[in-house]
C-alpha cells in the first residue's frame, strides 16, 4: 500500500474520532514538584481510567457526577481524592509521596500469590513497559524490542530459511526456542505450527510467536530469567515471558511509525551490473505501522473492556557485496515482505455482591510473507552450477523462457543465450493464529483465593510455491506452464484448562503462601498435504549426454521448486492429552530471609509422566541489598511437532543444489531403521546473584546461572541417499527407497542427541533521575554466555562406519548449536529529556559468532577431525578448516523526540548510525567464486552474511507519532 494512502488512512481517522473524546477531569501529578510519568488514573464508580504522560498529565472524559479518583505510580503511595464533576473544566493536581520502594516494579511472575518488588524477588525478573520502548527504535516489532531491552533475551531474522523467513522466534541465555514458555495474563500460550528446520538458529526447534500478540494491547512484558517447570511446566527450562495486556479505560491511544534501510554499502542497486540480482529501491524494507488501543468499562464495579490492533505493511530488502562476485546460489538475498495485522481483547466483569471476576482474552492474526529461494542457473560459468533440471523444457531439452519470472544476467542488448538465465523462486507464507480464554476468579469468605480457567489457541501456516515450476510437469505448447502452487501446510491445536488456588498465613513465621492446582491440556497436530502438482513426478526428461558421450534422457527435478508440497504419505493428524499437579510454598522465615519451594508431577498420553522441583531463596544483607539463588530441574516435552514433521526441502551441499528430506520419527521408515522415538528433555538449573539498590533511582542486578540440559531435541546431520544405514535402496519402506522416489539425494531426523551445559551471567543496571523540567535514564544490560557440548548420543543403528558416527550431530551442526547466542551481547540506553524534548542512544555490542561452511574438500591428511567442513586456500590444494568468524560488532542508535501537544507526541532517529554488517561469511584467503573448492557461497544462507549479531540490512531511518486522547 502506498505511504499516501496510509497518510491518509490515519488522518481521516483521527479527523473522526478527536472530537469523541472530550477532556473534562485534567490534572498534574507531581511527587517532590517532578512529574508522575505513566501513573494510572482511576476514577470510581464509572471505571473511567488512563495515564499520565511524561509532564505527569492526565485527563479524563467523565459525566457529571462525585468520583473517587485514585491515582498510583510504581515507587509512589496510592492516593484517592474525592471529586464532583461540573460542567465546564475541571482541574485535579494530585502530589504523590514516594513510596520506601520507590522505582521497583511488582511482579507476580515466579510466584503464584502477591507479587514482589523485582529486586525482593528471590529470582531474577525483567520488567518492560512496551509503549516506551516502541517510541524510541525503528524496530517494529517486538521480538527485536525487547532483543535490546533484556540481557539474555536473543532474536535474529532469518533469510533463505524458508518458513524461518515468515515467523519470528526468540530464546533465553543461549538455549532453544522452545526452552522458554510464554504466557499472557499468567496463563500458556499455544505454539506455532512450525518447526525451524533450517537456517542458523534454533534448528528443530518449535516456538512461540510473539509477534502475532498486537504490540497496541500490551501493557508490559514481564521476563523470568530462570528454570521455572515446576511451576509452569514443561518448556520453561531457559525461564518464562508472560505478557501482560492493557486495562485502560476511556483512553485511546493511537501509534503510528514509517521506517526504511538506507544501506549505501551492500544494497544489490550498489553492484556495477545490478541485471546480475533481484532489486529494490535505494530505501528499502519501507515500513509503514500502525496500533490503536482503546478500552470502556463495563458496570460501576471496575469491570471493562479493552481492544488493541496492529497493522504492519514490511517491503523487502536485496544485499549483497559490491565489490565480490556475483553470489551465484542467491541472488535475491534479504528480508522477505511482510504484511500483518490483527487485535487482541481483554475483558474483566465483577460480578456484583460477590468476590468473583469473570474474565476473558483473546485475539486473532493474520500474517501474509513472501520471500525468496535459492537460485536456479541454466548453466552459470559453464557449468560451475548448472541446474537445467530445475527448469521447464521442450521435449528437445530446450529451455522455455518464461518473462516476468526467469531473469538474463547479461548487459542490455546481448544476445539471448540460455547460458545466462536464471530464477529465485518465491514462497508465500500465510499464517493465522487465533486465541480465546475465559475464567473465574475470586475469594472465599476463608481468604482461599482460587482462579479457573479454559484457554485455546491455534495457529494454522499454510505454504504456496509463486513464480516457480515444477519441472518435470510435460510441456505442452501452446498452454500455460503452471507457475503457482499449493504446497500445502500444517496446524496447531492447544487447549488448556487451569484451577489455581492460593492462601497466604500472615502468622506463620513473617507470612506463608501456600498454592496448588492441577492442569489437563489437549493438543493436536495435523500436517496437510499440497496439491498433486507441488510434489508429483510429472515423468518429464531432459535430453543428454552420459558420462561417455551416449544419448541421455535426465529425469527433471520433482514438485514445486523452491519448497516442494507436502505429499500425502506425509500428512497427519496426532493429538495427545497432559494431566499435572503442581504445589508451591513460599515462606517469609524472618523479614530478612525468604525461601521458596515447589514441586510438579505431569502425565502425557504419548511417552509417560515426567516430575520437577524447585528451590529459592532470598536473603536480606541489608535494607538495599539482596543475595539471591535457585536449584531447580525441568523438562520439556517433545512437541507434536517434532515428532510428526516430515517434508523435503532445497538445501545448498558443496555449492550445488540438493533435496533433503526430513524423516518423521515416528514413521515406519524410521523405524525400520531403527531411528529412535524422541523423548523429554530434562534440565538441572542452578543460579545464584543479587539485587542491590545503593540509590532509591538506582539498581544493581547480577545473577550467574549453570544449565544442564540432557538428551536435547536436535536436527541430526545429514545422510546420503544409498548409506547402508538407511537400508536396501530396493526394498520398499526403507528410508533409501523413499529417498529414491522423492528424488531426494540426502536424509536427517529429529532426535535426543546431545547433552549440554551453558553457563553465564546477566547483568542488569538500572537508573533514574528527575529533576525540574529534566529527566535523565540509563539503563545497561548485559550477557556473557558459553555453551558446551556434554555428550554426543549416536543411535547403535548410525554407528556402524565411522563417517555414519560423524554425521548424526556433524561439526556443521554442534556450531550451529552454540551460535544461538553471541558469546557477549551489552546494550547501553541513554535517554536525557528536557522541557517538551527528549535525546537518546542505544549502544549495543554483540560478541563473537563462529558457524562451518558444508566443506568443498576433505580435511587435511593430518587433521584431527577428518570429517571436518575445510577448503582449499586460493591458488593451492591446502585445505583449511571452513570456519566463519563473526568478530564483535557495536550498533549506535539515535533519537529525539518532541511533545508537540501534551497528548502528541513525535519521534525521529535512526538505527544503526554507522551502518554496521557482520563479517561476510567467507574464510580468509579462500574466495575464488570460480574454483569449486573455495568458501565462496558455501554457507547457510547462500549469500554475504548469516543471520547474526545485528542482522545485515544496515542503517535504518525512522519517523513515530503517538496519539492520546
Not at 476511556?250 to 550498489?270: C, E, M, P, R, V
Not at 478500552?295 to 523487502?316: P, R, W
Given at each position: 500500500m502506498k505511504l499516501r494512502l496510509h497518510l491518509f488512512l490515519l488522518g481521516a481517522f483521527l479527523s473522526v474520532c478527536t472530537p469523541l473524546f472530550a477532556q473534562t477531569l485534567t490534572g498534574t501529578v507531581t511527587s517532590a514538584g517532578k512529574p508522575v510519568e505513566a501513573g494510572t488514573v482511576l476514577a470510581m464508580p464509572s471505571a473511567a481510567g488512563t495515564s499520565t504522560n511524561a509532564a505527569g498529565a492526565y485527563s479524563l472524559s467523565l459525566k457529571a457526577g462525585t468520583y473517587k479518583v485514585t491515582f498510583s505510580a510504581v515507587g509512589y503511595e496510592k492516593k484517592t481524592v474525592s471529586v464532583v464533576i461540573t460542567d465546564g473544566k475541571n482541574v485535579l493536581n494530585v502530589e504523590l509521596p514516594a513510596s520506601s520502594e520507590s522505582l521497583k516494579e511488582v511482579v507476580v511472575l515466579g510466584n503464584r500469590g502477591a507479587g514482589r518488588t523485582k529486586v525482593e524477588s528471590p529470582v531474577p525478573v525483567d520488567v518492560v513497559n512496551i509503549s516506551q520502548v516502541n517510541q524510541t527504535t525503528a524496530k517494529p516489532d517486538l521480538m527485536s524490542q525487547l532483543n535490546q531491552q533484556v540481557p539474555s533475551f536473543n532474536y535474529n531474522k532469518q533469510s533463505g530459511g524458508d518458513g524461518s523467513d515468515a515467523i519470528d522466534f526468540a530464546s533465553l541465555r543461549g538455549l532453544g526456542f522452545d526452552e522458554t514458555l510464554v504466557l499472557v495474563n499468567g496463563k500458556r500460550r499455544h505454539q506455532s505450527a512450525f518447526v525451524n528446520e533450517v537456517g542458523t538458529r534454533g534448528r528443530g526447534n518449535s516456538g512461540t510467536d510473539l509477534n502475532a500478540i498486537p504490540e497496541a494491547s500490551i501493557d508490559h512484558v514481564e521476563i523470568l530469567r530462570d528454570g521455572a517447570s515446576a511451576q509452569y511446566g514443561s518448556d520453561a527450562i531457559a525461564g518464562v515471558i508472560n505478557i501482560v495486556l492493557k486495562k485502560d479505560t476511556?483512553?485511546?491511544?493511537?501509534?503510528?511509525?514509517?521506517?526504511?534501510?538506507?544501506?549505501?554499502?551492500?544494497?544489490?542497486?550498489?553492484?556495477?551490473?545490478?541485471?546480475?540480482?533481484?532489486?529494490?529501491?535505494?530505501?528499502?524494507?519501507?515500513?509503514?505501522?500502525?496500533?490503536?488501543?482503546?478500552?470502556?468499562?463495563?458496570?460501576?464495579?471496575?469491570?471493562?473492556?479493552?481492544?488493541?490492533?496492529?497493522?504492519?505493511?514490511?517491503?523487502?530488502?536485496?544485499?549483497?557485496?559490491?565489490?565480490?562476485?556475483?553470489?551465484?546460489?542467491?541472488?535475491?538475498?534479504?528480508?522477505?515482505?511482510?504484511?500483518?495485522?490483527?487485535?487482541?481483547?481483554?475483558?474483566?466483569?465483577?460480578?456484583?455482591?460477590?468476590?468473583?471476576?469473570?474474565?476473558?482474552?483473546?485475539?486473532?492474526?493474520?500474517?501474509?510473507?513472501?520471500?525468496?529461494?535459492?537460485?536456479?542457473?541454466?548453466?552459470?560459468?559453464?557449468?560451475?552450477?548448472?541446474?537445467?533440471?530445475?527448469?521447464?523444457?521442450?521435449?528437445?531439452?530446450?529451455?522455455?523462457?518464461?518473462?516476468?519470472?526467469?531473469?538474463?544476467?547479461?548487459?542490455?542488448?546481448?544476445?539471448?543465450?540460455?547460458?545466462?538465465?536464471?530464477?529465485?523462486p518465491q514462497e508465500d507464507v500465510y499464517i493465522k493464529d487465533m486465541s480465546a480464554a475465559f475464567g473465574f476468579r475470586g475469594t472465599t469468605a476463608s481468604k482461599w483465593d482460587w482462579d479457573i480457567s479454559d484457554n485455546t489457541g491455534r495457529n494454522d501456516f499454510h505454504y504456496f510455491g509463486d513464480n516457480t515450476f515444477n519441472a518435470s510437469l510435460p510441456y505442452v505448447a501452446g498452454q500455460p506452464i503452471q507457475t503457482r502452487f499449493d504446497d500445502g501446510g500444517f496446524n496447531f491445536l492447544q487447549n488448556t484448562a487451569n484451577v489455581d488456588i492460593t492462601k497466604r498465613f500472615a502468622h506463620v513465621a513473617q507470612g506463608l503462601q501456600v498454592?496448588?492446582?492441577?492442569?489437563?491440556?489437549?493438543?493436536?497436530?495435523?500436517?496437510?498435504?499440497?496439491?498433486?502438482?507441488?510434489?508429483?513426478?510429472?515423468?518429464?526428461?531432459?535430453?543428454?549426454?552420459?558420462?561417455?558421450?551416449?544419448?541421455?534422457?535426465?529425469?527433471?527435478?520433482?514438485?514445486?521448486?523452491?519448497?516442494?508440497?507436502?505429499?500425502?504419505?506425509?500428512?497427519?493428524?496426532?493429538?495427545?492429552?497432559?494431566?499435572?499437579?503442581?504445589?508451591?510454598?513460599?515462606?517469609?522465615?524472618?523479614?530478612?530471609?525468604?525461601?521458596?519451594?515447589?514441586?510438579?508431577?505431569?502425565?502425557?498420553?504419548?511417552?509417560?509422566?515426567?516430575?520437577?522441583?524447585k528451590f529459592a531463596t532470598r536473603y536480606k544483607l541489608t535494607d538495599n541489598f539482596n543475595l539471591r539463588g535457585s536449584i531447580s530441574s525441568g523438562f520439556r516435552a517433545p512437541t507434536l511437532q517434532q515428532i510428526n514433521f516430515s517434508n523435503t526441502n532445497t538445501n545448498i551441499v558443496s555449492g550445488n543444489l540438493y533435496y533433503t528430506t526430513l524423516v518423521s520419527t515416528v514413521s515406519a521408515a524410521a523405524k525400520a531403521a531403527e531411528i529412535p522415538k524422541l523423548t523429554p528433555?530434562?534440565?538441572?538449573?542452578?543460579?545464584?546473584?543479587?539485587?542491590?539498590?545503593?540509590?532509591?533511582?538506582?539498581?544493581?542486578?547480577?545473577?550467574?546461572?549453570?544449565?544442564?540440559?540432557?538428551?536435547?531435541?536436535?536436527?541430526?546431520?545429514?545422510?546420503?541417499?544409498?548409506?547402508?544405514?538407511?537400508?536396501?535402496?530396493?526394498?520398499?519402506?526403507?528410508?533409501?527407497?523413499?529417498?529414491?522416489?522423492?528424488?531426494?539425494?540426502?536424509?536427517?531426523?529429529?532426535?535426543?542427541?546431545?547433552?549440554?551445559?551453558?553457563?553465564?551471567?546477566?547483568?542488569?543496571?538500572?537508573?533514574?533521575?528527575?529533576?525540574?523540567?529534566?529527566?535523565?535514564?540509563?539503563?545497561?544490560?548485559?550477557?556473557?554466555?558459553?555453551?558446551?557440548?556434554?555428550?554426543?548420543?549416536?543411535?547403535?543403528?548410525?554407528?556402524?562406519?565411522?563417517?555414519?558416527?560423524?554425521?548424526?550431530?556433524?561439526?556443521?551442526?554442534?556450531?550451529?548449536?552454540?551460535?544461538?547466542?553471541?558469546?557477549?551481547?551489552?546494550?547501553?540506553?541513554?535517554?536525557?529529556g528536557i522541557n517538551k524534548f527528549a535525546f537518546g542512544t542505544h549502544l549495543t555490542y554483540y560478541g563473537d559468532v563462529k558457524e562451518l561452511g558444508f566443506g568443498e574438500v576433505s580435511p587435511a591428511p593430518s587433521a584431527p577431525d577428518q570429517y571436518f567442513p575445510s577448503v582449499y586456500l586460493d591458488g593451492t590444494t591446502t585445505p583449511v578448516p571452513e570456519i566463519f568468524n563473526f568478530s564483535p560488532k557495536i550498533t549506535t542508535d539515535l533519537y529525539v523526540s518532541y511533545k508537540i501537544r501534551k497528548n502528541i507526541a513525535w519521534t525521529l532517529g535512526v538505527d544503526n548510525l554507522f551502518n554496521v554488517h557482520p563479517d561476510t561469511d567467507l574464510v580468509k584467503g579462500s574466495i575464488n567464486p570460480t574454483s569449486g573448492t573455495s568458501s565462496f557461497g558455501d554457507s547457510e544462507s547462500g549469500g554475504p552474511f548469516e543471520a547474526v549479531q545485528m542482522g545485515f540490512n544496515g542503517m535504518r531511518l525512522y519517523t513515530k507519532f503517538t496519539l492520546n486522547f
Open positions: 476511556n483512553h485511546l491511544t493511537i501509534n503510528a511509525g514509517f521506517s526504511g534501510y538506507n544501506d549505501q554499502k551492500y544494497n544489490t542497486l550498489n553492484y556495477s551490473d545490478p541485471a546480475a540480482y533481484y532489486t529494490g529501491k535505494k530505501f528499502d524494507g519501507q515500513t509503514f505501522t500502525l496500533g490503536a488501543d482503546y478500552g470502556v468499562a463495563i458496570g460501576k464495579n471496575g469491570g471493562f473492556l479493552n481492544v488493541g490492533g496492529n497493522y504492519e505493511n514490511e517491503g523487502k530488502t536485496f544485499r549483497d557485496d559490491p565489490n565480490g562476485a556475483i553470489s551465484r546460489e542467491r541472488r535475491a538475498f534479504g528480508d522477505g515482505s511482510v504484511a500483518s495485522g490483527g487485535g487482541m481483547y481483554n475483558m474483566e466483569i465483577p460480578i456484583k455482591g460477590t468476590n468473583t471476576v469473570f474474565y476473558s482474552f483473546g485475539g486473532y492474526n493474520y500474517k501474509h510473507s513472501n520471500v525468496y529461494a535459492y537460485t536456479r542457473s541454466w548453466n552459470y560459468d559453464n557449468g560451475l552450477r548448472a541446474n537445467p533440471t530445475k527448469f521447464p523444457t521442450d521435449a528437445a531439452g530446450n529451455l522455455i523462457f518464461v518473462p516476468g519470472i526467469m531473469k538474463i544476467d547479461a548487459p542490455a542488448g546481448a544476445a539471448y543465450n540460455p547460458d545466462n538465465v536464471y530464477y529465485d498454592s496448588f492446582g492441577g492442569e489437563f491440556r489437549y493438543e493436536r497436530y495435523q500436517l496437510y498435504a499440497g496439491e498433486p502438482n507441488s510434489y508429483i513426478d510429472g515423468g518429464a526428461k531432459l535430453p543428454g549426454l552420459g558420462s561417455k558421450g551416449q544419448d541421455t534422457l535426465y529425469s527433471k527435478a520433482s514438485g514445486s521448486e523452491g519448497y516442494p508440497g507436502y505429499t500425502p504419505s506425509q500428512a497427519t493428524v496426532a493429538s495427545r492429552t497432559n494431566e499435572g499437579f503442581y504445589a508451591e510454598g513460599a515462606l517469609d522465615v524472618t523479614q530478612q530471609w525468604l525461601i521458596d519451594g515447589a514441586a510438579r508431577v505431569e502425565h502425557y498420553s504419548d511417552f509417560g509422566g515426567e516430575s520437577s522441583f528433555e530434562t534440565s538441572v538449573n542452578y543460579s545464584l546473584g543479587f539485587a542491590w539498590q545503593p540509590l532509591h533511582n538506582l539498581t544493581v542486578t547480577v545473577d550467574g546461572y549453570d544449565i544442564k540440559i540432557k538428551n536435547r531435541i536436535v536436527i541430526s546431520g545429514t545422510y546420503n541417499t544409498g548409506d547402508p544405514a538407511l537400508g536396501n535402496i530396493n526394498t520398499p519402506g526403507t528410508i533409501n527407497y523413499i529417498l529414491q522416489a522423492q528424488n531426494s539425494q540426502q536424509a536427517q531426523f529429529f532426535a535426543n542427541a546431545v547433552n549440554t551445559t551453558n553457563k553465564g551471567v546477566d547483568i542488569v543496571i538500572d537508573y533514574k533521575k528527575r529533576w525540574g523540567n529534566s529527566h535523565f535514564n540509563a539503563l545497561l544490560a548485559g550477557n556473557i554466555q558459553n555453551l558446551h557440548i556434554d555428550q554426543i548420543h549416536i543411535p547403535a543403528s548410525l554407528k556402524k562406519t565411522p563417517s555414519d558416527s560423524a554425521s548424526f550431530f556433524d561439526d556443521r551442526e554442534q556450531y550451529f548449536l552454540k551460535a544461538s547466542a553471541p558469546a557477549a551481547k551489552f546494550t547501553l540506553n541513554l535517554e536525557y
